[in-house]
């Protein structure tokens, strides 16, 4: 079985995983963001394909990190840290290449976690 489908950490479905792995695949980011870190399994693809990485959960996983040198992990609360990262980008004039928001699954959740996206300068957007 390709890898991608085997069981095991992700908690996507297999066309979530598909779609994730088709757009890294074809954009390359140079920075990427995740929110909701878990087991590390959307974070393995993403940082199979881009450059630096920064994962923000609630809770520290409980993974291997030696596997993901260019990760930096963030724990805590992502509408406080995710604001804060972006501060620090913007301040070091980086720019986001993309981000997957999968943290805070309640509708305003997500939309505060989208919107601190989009009001920042380090994320130009799609
Ligand atoms: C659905 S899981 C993420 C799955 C992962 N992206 C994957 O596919 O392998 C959601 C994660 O978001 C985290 N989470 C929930 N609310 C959060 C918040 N306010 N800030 C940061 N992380 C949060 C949870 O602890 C959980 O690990």
């Not at 393995?44 to 409980?62: G, R």
């Not at 993974?63 to 040198?69: A, M, V």
């Not at 724990?75 to 301040?91: F, Y």
């Amino acid at each position: 079985m390709i890898e991608l489908f085997e069981a095991g950490t992700w908690q996507m479905t297999a066309g979530e995983r598909a779609t994730l792995e088709g757009i890294l695949h074809q954009l390359k980011p140079r920075l990427a963001i995740e929110i909701g870190t878990a087991e590390g399994g959307s974070l393995s693809c993403i940082a199979a394909h881009a450059q630096e990485v920064h994962s923000l959960d609630l809770v520290a996983p409980s993974i291997d990190l030696g596997r993901f040198p260019n990760v930096t992990v963030h724990t805590g609360d992502s509408h406080e840290r995710l604001p804060a990262l972006l501060r620090k980008l913007e301040h070091q004039n980086r720019s986001v290449d993309f981000a997957l928001v999968d943290g805070d699954h309640t509708a305003e959740g997500v939309q505060r976690d989208v919107e601190h996206l989009l009001d920042s300068s380090a994320y130009p957007g799609p």
